[in-house]
């Protein structure tokens, strides 16, 4: 997934927005994550932050590639569960 051309929006911006959930993704950022009024569903993902630890290069690679699956399955399992408990639309109702 090309995220090449993202920018990084300010936290004031979205505070004001409507979120179904607002997954924080390790301890320091759950600390530190502003509260959003507006979103239901806060969760927590308890996330190694591989920036915090002494590593050599490769090690800090294979830190980030342990991370990067960490959180593709957390995601996966997440879709799973959220997707599970919603009813499915018929296919009347999605054509409108």
Known sequence: MDISHQQAKNV??????HFGYVITVCDLAR???PIFPFTPNLVHWSIY????????LEEK???FRRVR??????IESF?????KSKP???KTAEAR
Do not use: C, F, Y
Request: without cysteine; hydrophobic residues 20%.
């Open 79 to 83: 879709l799973s569960e959220t997707t």
């Open 61 to 63: 690679k294979n830190v």
């Open 31 to 33: 600390e530190r994550a």
């Open 12 to 17: 004031k911006e979205s505070l004001k927005e």
């Open 69 to 74: 699956d960490e959180i593709r399955a957390k």
């Open 49 to 56: 932050d591989p920036e915090t630890g002494q590593h050599s």
């Open 88 to 90: 499915q639309l018929s």
